[in-house]
């Protein structure tokens, strides 16, 4: 059965992309469809509405309009508008080429496109831009790892943390990288730092519980019961601790849990099987 769930995270926000002409900071003479465009405030839909009606004002110079397009592409991807979000950003691109921000917002759109080769080469593309940007290394990490190279994700992470202290999602990618590599202390230390900025992260609960539970350490039964007390109609969080029981000896709580993964979506064929043969199919 599937052994560890990893949740999305937006990595991009809206950037300032006022100021007079020239290319400078936002100043008290912005233009309000440029302030709305760049306000972290804004919805999705006011953003890309107002970003629009920037990009049709002439007096606008090359990297003001790129930074508009990028802030269009950001919204484009918020409202699951992903391939119009590329050709944002490749807008952006072609009149501000090497702009990292628009590079990673790129590779994610791609991602959620399933183009995973052209994401790779986005984010790596970022890095070179600008390898102070940590959501680029970040990026990076989690294709590698998806690519089944954990070690190369570990260094990546390594790099994004620190760039950026105390970031929940890189701790927990940094615990999936090391959990697939079976250094479990590690991973769970790493769990347990995303759980600190979190303590309700059921996804980062249930990973710790395996880690733990891989390691032979206590607390695994902990985390998968908090994970099913924040989440109790999440199959896979069932199913962990279905194995865990099964492991430790306890069929009957096992079989309850494996029964109850299975009513709440759980499709791996191992589970149905047993499921299956529980109830005497």
Not at 35 to 41: A, E, F, L, T, V
Not at 48 to 75: E, H, K, T, W, Y
Request: net charge positive; proline share 5%.
């Amino acid at each position: 059965m599937r052994r560890l769930i990893f949740p999305a995270v937006a990595l991009l926000g809206l950037v300032a992309c006022g100021g007079s002409s020239g290319g400078g900071g936002k100043s008290s003479m912005t233009p309000e469809y440029l302030r709305i465009c760049s306000d972290p405030q804004s919805t999705p839909e006011e953003a890309l509405r107002f970003c629009q009606r920037a990009l049709s004002d002439p007096r606008l110079d090359a990297r003001q309009r790129a930074l508009v397009q990028m802030n269009s592409g950001i919204a484009l991807y918020a409202l699951g508008r992903h391939r119009d979000a590329v050709s944002a950003f490749s807008e952006a691109l072609s009149l501000s080429p090497g702009l990292a921000g628009a590079l990673v917002g790129r590779a994610q759109a791609q991602e959620a496109l399933g183009d995973q080769r052209a994401a790779m080469v986005d984010y790596s593309a970022a890095i070179t831009a600008d390898p102070n940007a940590p959501e680029a290394w970040f990026g990076r990490a989690v294709l590698l790892r998806k690519a089944g190279r954990p070690a190369d994700a570990v260094r990546d992470l390594d790099r994004a943390l620190a760039l950026r202290r105390n970031w929940a999602a890189a701790h927990f990618e940094r615990g999936a990288a090391y959990y697939a590599l079976g250094r479990y202390g590690e991973a769970v230390t790493d769990f347990s730092a995303a759980l600190s900025q979190n303590p309700d992260d059921a996804a980062a609960l249930l990973n710790r519980g395996l880690a733990r539970s891989a390691q032979g350490a206590s607390g695994a039964r902990s985390d998968f019961d908090r994970a099913i007390r924040i989440a109790p109609e999440w199959g896979p969080a069932y199913a962990a601790r279905a194995s865990w029981h099964e492991a430790e000896g306890r069929i009957e709580a096992a079989n309850a849990d494996y029964l109850r993964a299975y009513e709440l979506g759980v499709t791996d064929p191992a589970l149905i099987e047993r499921v299956r043969r529980m109830s005497g199919g």
